[in-house]
């Protein structure tokens, strides 16, 4: 069996899984996104997120992940739903992407599913899966492998549903045909940048992680910068601002049939007195299987203080 048609089958298994897109594309080292990389460390971007300065060269090579790869599987699964943010001062916001069940566990399950099938089709090759854990530039694959082009506000856009999509790769021996790498179609459009409530996209495709609402209520562990005081607009876990405002998003995204995505009780307008006042019990329990877990409950209830501390209510 030749490339083209070993890639045809395994793209459209990987639909049949439940995912939305799929793309090939050839492992070779990504040397243009490997030096934005370095760039993007070197001015400290990554603030505390110390794990992305580690081995940087393993994130641009999958090769050194995985010995003797051939090809990358870039795969996308849409995440959107009708439902809107409460604009109620008494309730916060959370990013649409953890209303629902953690995407780690629903995308992670398809591509186990995914290479179990390839290593059976094909015995001898190997497969390696990566979802938003590992050494590899998920983005970067994706916009390679056809699937869509990063954004100026640094999310992957797919040309049919826009940036409410989550992603993962598949590292494998297996020789695939790849497809055609997409190019960008953000134009001279800038409406992400100034609608970014902290400025944290300092400009065009660079993000600044310290001024960033989803790195500061999500990874950051220390206390939030008061200078940015009254600017989260009542953002308690990750920011959806610069997507709501894509043009992409607005014309073209469409609900997910996942029913796992759709938001958990409540999950779309918290309750701010509630959710502030939950013990670690409490919190455990409701945030099980949830994205939400990533912020402690220390975390959360820092930035529910916050965000009432500098009137936001």
Known sequence: MDGAEASRRVK?????LGFSHAGVAAATQLEEEGERLRQWLARGYHAGMHWMARAPERRDDPRQVLPGARAVVAVAANYHTPDTHS????????????????????????????????????PGERCRWYVDTGPVMEKAWAQRAGLGWVGKHTNLITADRGSW??????????PLAPDEPATDHCGTCTLCLEACPTQALVEPYLLDGIRCISYLTIEHRDEIPESLQGRFE?????CDVCQDVCPWNRKFASPS????FRPRAGFAAPDLDAWGAMSEREFDGRFAGSPVRRARREGLARNIAFVRRTGER
């Open 12 to 16: 459209e298994h990987a639909l049949r």
């Open 87 to 122: 604009t109620d001062p008494r309730h916060g916001k959370i990013s649409r992407y953890a209303w629902g069940d953690d995407y780690h566990t629903i995308l992670g399950k398809r591509l186990e599913a995914l290479q179990e099938w390839v290593e059976a089709e094909w």
């Open 165 to 174: 999509v989550f992603l993962g790769a598949m590292l494998t021996t297996l």
């Open 234 to 238: 009542n953002w308690i876990f990750g």
């Open 257 to 260: 049939g996942e029913e796992a």
